[in-house]
């Protein structure tokens, strides 16, 4: 208590020692400034909470809710919903507020565009988490020339190593879906891919071309197809596989919404799963239990990308250097109903 009776206020004095820390250590947490660790951040903050401390001039920098934009180039299949998940998570845990938008080609102001970069530097945002999104170089110079943070997840194109990316360890997981089906008998195995120009399509793909060089079964061009991540995209493809002269035993999709079109097709050609034709996915989304027959297929960490992306885009915007500036979480084999052995001629 003071002379007048009242309750004394909290001194940045009295945080810093309940944080075993220097006052002016506390002062650049209590500003998010950089170059501090994360567990002294921590102890501080706890210490500021702890003792209500609030600075008695100006806003309390830490309670200022910060916001993160997030864009998709799709939000119409399940992968987009999971990182989206996992971002919201991280998002709740450090008090950010995240706006959600898509790239639109045919917008011209729309998200990623010069003019919308400016408008979000303008309300004070702290970054861009781009997902699944094609971000050109002058994109980024645009973005970061205006002071915002950028991290991309799963980008369709390659960019210079100065990009901080979170990914999945993509050819590990083109390699175990592979050998998997060459571990059941199958030599005749085709690769239904995403985008051309998509690193995590082209980094599986480098993975079951190595599967099948080490297993010195050969590749037939003819095998190895490129399209959407899609459902229709996959039926498309398999369409072509399944109406060629020799037809593969076993198909390797892109992702799970691909190798759903994969089963459709074999269905209206009047091809049994696994029987006929073994079908392997890549996600581990909720579709890949749904399915009929349930889905074999490579797990990788979804909304764990979605979490990292955004702790690490914090990171960036605190003017701490990144851990890595190519992040990738493991994947894992899933075997489940839709892959067996080929059936005999």
């Known amino acids: 208590m003071d002379r007048s009776g009242t309750a004394a206020r909290p001194t940045l004095e009295q945080v810093a020692r309940a944080a075993g820390v220097s006052k002016a250590t506390a002062s650049k947490v209590l500003n998010h400034r950089p170059h501090i660790s994360e567990q002294t951040r921590r102890r501080v ?55 959600v938008d898509r790239t639109d080609p045919a917008q011209e102001d729309g998200p990623l565009s010069p003019a919308w970069s400016r408008r ?23 973005i970061s020339a205006l002071g915002l943070s950028v991290v991309l997840i799963d980008p369709l194109n390659p960019l210079d190593d100065e990009v901080v990316s979170v990914g999945a360890t993509n050819f ?33 793909l480098q993975g079951y071309l190595s599967a099948m060089s080490s ?16 459902v229709p995209a996959g039926l498309e493809m398999a369409g072509v596989l399944l109406d060629g002269p020799h037809p593969p035993t076993a198909i390797f999709a892109g992702c799970d919404a691909s190798a759903l079109g994969v089963i459709e097709a074999a269905r209206q050609r009047g091809l049994r799963v696994p029987q006929d034709l073994s079908v392997v996915g890549f996600d581990d989304t909720a579709m890949a239990v749904s399915s009929a027959p349930p889905l074999t297929t490579v797990r990788q960490p979804i909304s764990d ?25 493991s994947t894992q084999l899933v075997v489940r109903g839709s892959t067996a052995a080929p059936a005999r001629p």
């Open 120 to 142: 979000m530097a303008a309300q004070e945002h702290v970054g861009v988490i781009a997902v699944t999104a094609e971000l050109t170089a002058e994109q980024r110079d645009q």
């Open 215 to 230: 297993a010195s079964a050969p590749v037939d061009p003819a095998l190895v197809l490129a399209g959407e991540f899609t």
């Open 45 to 99: 903050e706890q210490a500021i909470d702890e003792l209500g401390y609030v600075p008695t001039t100006g806003p309390r920098e830490r309670d200022r809710l910060r916001k993160v934009n997030v864009v998709f180039s799709t939000l119409a299949n399940l992968y987009s919903m999971h990182v989206l998940e996992g971002i919201v998570a991280a998002a709740h845990a450090q008090h950010v507020e995240v706006l």
């Open 305 to 329: 990308m979605g979490r990292v992306a955004l702790r690490t885009l914090l990171q960036q915007a605190r003017g701490e250097r990144a851990d890595s500036h190519h992040v990738q979480l």
């Open 172 to 204: 590990t997981g083109g390699l175990q879906a592979t050998r998997h089906l060459l571990d059941l008998g199958h030599r005749r195995i085709a690769y239904a891919g995403g985008p051309p120009g998509s690193v995590a399509s082209h980094e599986r």
